[in-house]
């Protein structure tokens, strides 16, 4: 009887151990330059079905069928030739553009630009704008916009009007699930505006100290907030800093740092969150937090080889490295978003499709001989792969280089 | 009645043994914090072929070239300008030669932004030099921090370089530090307890005048009396009465030159010392605060080549008329600093950023500069009497 128990448990755990493997990004699928793209660094994207659309330092970008479908400069109308934000309005396929000249609206081909000499917008320096029903927002370095496409009417909110300590606003991000648009504002931390009572609520450091996090979860982990993303599905809301990733979910706080995390790095450019996934675009690489799970994945590029390193840490922060034959363009992140399955990533280097592959993924957690019981128990051989990731036996993932 | 007495002396000891205890308890580490050194830019960029071409290496000044600082703006032109000729004496590498090209930051809405962008976008400039001027220097590193471009400031907002951003280097002695010196002095140095804060209502006052109630509070000073001004001033006559109501012992100001100059006129023959932030030391103030004993600010370690520092003078008092500012010495090292980089990293702002990060000292005409990590300016300043 207790031989039977014992069976039964070890089965029941090795279950919930094998579900406990994050899924992966195993193929990566690039374009810089050399095919095509206006400029390597590339700052935001925006994904309409099958259609990706990328902003550049030097233009906009459409990707189709996997390769550069279209360019869009100055010359085709685009307001300006650096693009740091796109959202497309699902309803009619337009799409609004930031650039740090002014927006511009893409329908029927062609451009329709606002500019602060122009129309109601604050300022010309946009880094990001989003959609939401009728709603066009904008964030400037002036404070926030937002044009209203059924009217025309344009208003804006900033230090003059609204309870932003500082009024240099950097991302945007709908929540209409919930009644709300979250703000990131550099200097002014978080902000929530409430669509039915038409206020707005910030959210700042509360240690108000600078240089230092006082308690892990005190609240918003620094006041200077680089980009902000709402999660369906959970309803959390995530903040990027340069000091580390925050998150909310309406009550409480919940902070990630690299010294007890998986994250690549404290500086982080952008989130992006769906389901139980939250993705950090930092300086060092991707990461994702399997948030229901606590396990994380960082993405990186192998300086020496160019191979693609996936670097798992396990809740109790033993880590597994993985190679794959691919690899991001670059790791120094500035923007991602979903297409299905599959993400995209603006890097400064270029832009990276990343791919799941659910038999290469089997391929290479089969290839590391990933046994969570002998991880634990023997800290830092990890799960029996040598240095560059691979099986100590030698033998490589198919299609490796 | 014993009983009584012996409850409260058990009260006493437990109280005063609770508090003991306290005492002796470790302080609280905080959570995280920045590691300075640690700072660096991970980002590409450093290849030859991000390197900027042409004939010309540009270095971008943003300044108040409009408007009521619009003097302090020609004086930051006409330095950074000395500069450039005096780097011209030895061209860069493959004969390319540097040029200034100043764009305003005046004008209400975040203007001076795009101005900021067209610096780095259209006319190309490898680094840019800020003014004092606090919201610029931020408007600058966002926009620095994005395309990647070196900036140098001489605002003195402590936080731009608390932020764990690479691009951002300070010249000058930050709000912290200027807060730190005047509350030793005030409170330790002459144990004065009737302190009054002046600061304006915009960006440098508010986060000045935050950084000088930490200093007092850290001493475990009385918090000072506080008076915020809306700007644009237009009524002094409230602000005298309330002074002389007052009668501080210590006047700590965090206005700009023109708002400093409006209140030491206003308060001609009150006593009690003036301490002044950097950012006011500009005419019309200098002009007005001539003979005065009282008056204090903060001013770095001069450097010991006495004679440049001279020579500088009389050079720009030549060229402009009048003698030269603290600040257009220091906006000539900025120039200098950068081209001595582009000497070293050729012309390439993440390289030349490197260049700057890893520079150990310089010794320039307004004094010595070493970054630490985080560009901040880690010379040392000292408490001096206006003259």
């Known amino acids: 009887m207790k031989r039977l128990l014992f069976i039964v448990i070890l089965l029941v755990t090795a279950t919930v151990l094998a579900a406990e493997k994050p899924p992966l990004i195993t193929r990566w699928e690039n374009f810089t330059t050399a095919n095509g793209i206006p400029d390597d660094k590339v700052f935001c994207l925006a994904v309409d079905g099958p259609r990706v659309w990328a902003g550049t330092e030097d233009g906009l970008v459409l990707i189709e069928n996997g390769k550069v479908a279209r360019v869009y400069g100055t010359g085709d109308g685009l307001v300006h030739r650096v693009v740091m934000g796109i959202a497309v309005d699902k309803r009619n396929g337009d799409l609004w553009i930031g650039t740090f000249g002014g927006l511009s609206q893409f329908s029927g081909g062609q451009f329709k630009n606002y500019t602060n000499l122009t129309s109601g917008l604050l300022n010309d320096i946009i880094y990001g704008v989003a959609v939401q029903d009728y709603w066009v927002w904008v964030a400037t370095t002036a404070g926030i916009s937002r044009l209203d496409t059924s009217t025309g009417e344009w208003r804006n909110w900033s230090e003059f009007n609204a309870p932003f300590h500082e009024p240099w606003s950097y991302g945007i991000a709908p929540a209409p699930e919930i009644g709300k648009v979250y703000f990131a504002v550099w200097g002014g931390g978080m902000i929530e505006y409430d669509i039915a009572t038409d206020t707005m609520k910030p959210y700042t450091d509360p240690d108000e100290e600078m240089e230092l996090v006082l308690f892990r979860n005190q609240g918003l982990v620094h006041i200077i907030v680089s980009n902000v993303a709402f999660n369906p599905d959970t309803k959390m809301t995530w903040g990027s800093t340069y000091f580390g990733l925050t998150g909310y979910d309406g009550r409480n706080w919940h902070n990630y740092l690299t010294k007890d995390s998986g994250l690549a790095s404290d500086f982080i450019n952008a989130p992006k969150s769906r389901g139980n996934e939250v993705w950090a675009c930092t300086d060092k690489g991707l990461s994702f937090l399997d948030y229901k799970t606590n396990t994380w994945v960082t993405y990186r590029r192998n300086k020496q080889n160019g191979h693609g390193e996936i670097e798992i840490t396990w809740p109790d922060q033993k880590k597994t490295t993985l190679e794959a034959p691919t690899s991001l363009a670059h790791n120094y992140i500035l923007n991602m978003e979903f297409q299905g399955k599959d993400i995209w990533v603006a890097t400064a280097k270029g832009l990276s499709h990343g791919i799941r592959e659910p038999q290469m993924e089997a391929q290479l957690y089969g290839n590391a001989k990933l046994d969570r019981r002998s991880t634990r128990g023997r800290q830092g051989e990890g799960a029996k792969v040598s240095k560059d990731g691979f099986p100590k036996s030698g033998q490589r993932p198919a299609g490796s280089q | ?387």
């Not at chain 2, 300008?81 to 209400?108: F, K």
Request: net charge neutral.
């Open chain 2, 1 to 387: 009645m014993r009983a009584i007495r012996n409850l409260i002396a058990l009260t006493f000891w437990l109280v005063t043994a609770e508090a003991c205890a306290q005492d002796n308890s470790p302080r609280t580490q905080p959570y995280a914090s920045i590691d300075r050194a640690a700072i660096n830019y991970s980002g590409p960029d450093r290849e030859a072929s991000r390197d900027l071409g042409g004939p010309e290496i540009k270095i971008g000044l943003i300044a108040p070239l409009q408007g009521a600082r619009k003097l302090e703006g020609d004086a930051l032109v006409a330095a950074a300008q000395m500069a450039i000729e005096d780097e011209s004496a030895s061209p860069l590498a493959d004969g390319q030669h540097l040029a200034l090209v100043a764009r305003d930051e005046t004008g209400l809405w975040g203007r001076a932004s795009s101005e900021i962008v067209k610096l780095v976008v259209e006319d190309r400039a490898v680094a840019l030099v800020t003014s004092s001027d606090g919201r610029a220097a931020h408007l600058s590193e966002q926009v620095g921090n994005r395309l990647g471009v070196p900036v140098v400031t001489l605002a003195t907002d402590a936080t731009t370089t608390q932020i764990n951003i690479p691009w951002l280097f300070r010249i000058v002695a930050n709000d912290a530090v200027q807060a730190r010196e005047f509350a030793e002095n005030i409170y330790r140095g002459r144990a004065f307890r009737r302190v009054l804060l002046i600061s304006e209502s915009d960006h440098d006052g508010r986060a000045g005048a935050e950084e000088f109630e930490k200093a007092a509070q850290r001493l475990r000073a009385p918090a000072p009396m506080r008076i915020a001004i809306a700007l644009p001033l237009e009524d002094t006559v409230p602000i005298m009465n309330k002074i002389r109501v007052l009668e501080p012992q210590a006047l700590v100001l965090w206005t700009s030159a023109v708002t400093a100059t409006h209140l030491l006129e206003g308060i001609s023959g009150a006593r009690g010392e003036i301490y002044l932030c950097r950012k006011a030391l500009e005419e019309p103030f200098l002009s007005v605060a001539r003979g005065k004993r009282n008056i204090w600010t903060v001013a770095p370690a001069v450097a010991s080549a006495g004679s440049e520092r001279a020579a500088f003078i009389d050079r720009f008092r030549a060229r402009t008329g009048s003698a030269p500012s603290l600040a257009a010495a220091e906006v000539y090292d900025a120039v200098r600093l950068i081209a001595q980089g582009l000497r070293q990293s050729g012309p390439n702002r993440a390289r030349l950023r490197d260049a700057l990060a890893t520079r150990t000292e310089y010794h320039g005409v307004s004094g010595i500069i070493a970054f630490d990590g985080a560009g901040n300016n880690r010379a040392e300043v000292s408490l001096v009497q206006l003259q």
